[in-house]
């Protein structure tokens, strides 16, 4: 606290990660996105993101960016099982 002044508020939400040790690797790819560059093709690329206990959405990765396709095909990628959904499967 600061005398006079008006502090903010911190919250810090944390889940204990499981011993699940887990790795899931998976490969994507799409085809005839929308173009959404207004001067050449999209750049696409994806965001993963885990459930929280509380509702909430957390980011769990995000692929590279592919340039200048409609047809993109990401590279494949390992993620621990314990990082998308805690080790429960039914997340």
Request: one cysteine or more.
């Amino acid at each position: 606290g600061i005398p006079g002044k008006t502090c903010g508020t911190i919250i810090l939400s944390a889940e204990e990660l499981g011993n699940c040790r887990d790795y899931a690797t998976m490969q994507f790819c799409a085809n005839k996105l929308d173009k959404k560059d207004f001067f050449g093709k999209s750049d696409p690329f994806m965001v993963f993101y885990r459930s929280n206990e509380d509702g909430t959405f957390t980011i769990c990765h995000k692929t590279e960016v592919v340039k200048n396709t409609l047809n993109p095909v990401w590279e494949p990628f390992s993620i621990p099982v314990r990082g998308l959904c805690n080790g429960d499967y039914d997340r």
